[in-house]
């Protein structure tokens, strides 16, 4: 029963098979895994990238996905503009969202990650409009909620790298994107 990591590229669908009526130019897990029966245990968006497990142990999978089990999850949010403390407080408190109000959460600045790769292609440059780098830390993983929660304290994502999930992070794997590794539970 491997625990595969997989640093998730950029534009790269958390399938692996292609979506009818997706862009040609996405590409899936398959372009990447060539190894039989793995699922993944979790999803990231097609617009972010880092760290997904897969597994092909269906009570592994759930025990890792399912919402009364999980994990925490770290990160890496470069955001449009420089948060204020108070932006910050928000993030971390309860935020209402509309269809739900998130968790308490972890939120912190942090200086821009020497280790990670340069996304292909690169973010928007405005040299007029400074942006920043969060470390948010969850224990729960809706839709797209990074980006809302960026979102609704008015500092948009620009881009948006998991790092860690639960004890396994890209700073103990160093993975770049579109490699995996194996690794014991």
């Known amino acids: 029963m491997p625990l595969i990591l997989f640093n998730k590229p950029f534009q790269v669908l958390c399938q692996f098979s292609p979506q009818e009526g997706r862009k040609e130019d996405h590409k899936t897990l398959a ?10 245990a979790g999803r ?35 955001v449009d503009g420089v948060p204020d403390p108070d932006a910050m407080t928000r993030l971390q408190a309860p935020l209402d ?12 600045r942090i200086a821009e990650p020497a280790w990670l790769w340069p996304r292909n292609p690169p973010i928007r440059v405005r040299q007029d409009k400074p942006t920043a780098w969060i470390a ?19 500092f948009p994502t620009l881009r948006l790298v998991r790092s860690s999930i639960g004890p396994f992070s890209l700073a103990t794997h160093p993975l770049m994107p579109g490699e995996y590794a194996e690794v014991q539970m």
């Open 31 to 40: 372009d990447y895994l060539d190894i039989p029966g793995i699922y993944p």
């Open 44 to 78: 990231l968006d097609a617009d972010s990238e880092g760290l997904m497990l897969l597994t092909d142990d269906g009570k592994l999978q759930h025990k890792i996905a399912h919402p009364d089990h999980k994990e925490a999850k770290t990160y890496l949010v470069q």
């Open 97 to 108: 969202l509309g269809d739900f109000v998130t968790k308490p959460c972890r939120a912190v």
């Open 136 to 154: 948010i830390t969850l224990e729960e993983g809706k839709n797209r909620q990074v980006r809302r929660m960026t979102a609704a304290v008015g």
